[in-house]
């Protein structure tokens, strides 16, 4: 059982190798493009819930006059 996992372990390190590479470049990647992402995100919601977002503001000004 030993060798066969050794074995295992042995043709298994270049594949895990070359995930684990791949996925540190894509950290490194991260900073750019999550603050395009983030923007792009926040508008379709904002835009998505627009509705809802201005009954909202709507009845906060309300509760503000009384």
């Given amino acids: 059982v030993s060798v066969k996992a050794t074995w295992i372990i042995i043709k298994r390190v270049p594949e895990i190798s070359l995930s684990l590479g791949k996925l540190a470049l894509e950290v490194t990647r991260l900073p750019q493009t999550l603050s395009s992402c983030a923007v792009s ?3 379709t919601e904002v835009i998505g819930n627009s509705e809802g ?14």
Avoid: A, P, W, Y
Wanted: glycine share 6%; aromatic share 6%; hydrophobic share 40%.
């Fill in 53 to 66: 977002l201005i009954d909202t503001v709507k009845s906060c000004i309300v509760e503000v006059r009384q």
């Fill in 41 to 43: 995100n926040g508008f």
